[in-house]
């Protein structure tokens, strides 16, 4: 006899709960069904975007007009969808660039994550969010699509002037704010 009464109060606290969450729905919908409504003339007039709106990607320069991107293949890597392809050559000066840098952008989710992962600040994302078009195969953006003339949010970075890296012009140690590689044969006792 007890334990069908507590199974009958459990069954009422549950009827209670679910009916005090159904009113809390319904009068949240009253409430919203008052509120004005906000209408955008969409061509004529532009959505306000919040300030981190993640949109289209681009690549963007150095000051010196040189590619940041590095092929280090850490933004394909991060990439959940994999809709990020590139394939890594060096240049005769010891820099690393892409030979092709390919984004898929019927694939892309607008993550953030390979601007993020991107350690030469290579890749960004712009406030630009009209990439619609009817054929996938006009989504698929090449290397210059992507890459524009500026240094985009960062303009006064330079990956080479601070990295520990030797290219022409520059040996390891000889980078801002670097001190001279250590002989490890030095520390030997």
């Known amino acids: 006899m007890i334990v069908s009464r507590g199974v009958a109060e459990t069954e009422k606290m549950g009827f209670l709960r679910a009916m005090f969450r159904l009113l809390g729905g319904i009068w949240t919908v009253f409430l919203h069904a008052f509120r004005r409504r906000v209408t955008v003339q969409y061509p004529e007039e532009k959505v306000r975007l919040a300030p981190r709106w993640r949109g289209r990607i681009i690549l963007s320069r150095d000051p010196d007009g040189a590619e940041r991107c590095v092929a280090c293949y850490l933004c394909s890597a991060a990439c ?99 001190e001279k590689p250590v002989d490890v044969h030095d520390l030997l006792p």
């Open 80 to 178: 959940p969808v994999d809709c990020i392809a590139l394939q890594a050559t060096e240049a005769e000066d010891g820099r690393r660039y892409p030979e092709f840098f390919r984004i898929n952008f019927s694939r892309c989710i607008f993550c953030g994550f390979c601007e993020e992962a991107c350690p030469t600040y290579a890749i960004q994302l712009t406030p630009d969010f009209e990439m619609g078009d009817y054929a996938r195969e006009s989504l698929v953006y090449e290397k210059e699509d992507l890459l524009i003339s500026g240094t985009g949010k960062y303009p006064g970075y330079n990956f080479y002037r601070v990295a520990g890296m030797a290219i022409k012009g520059k040996d390891k140690g000889e980078a801002e704010n670097e």
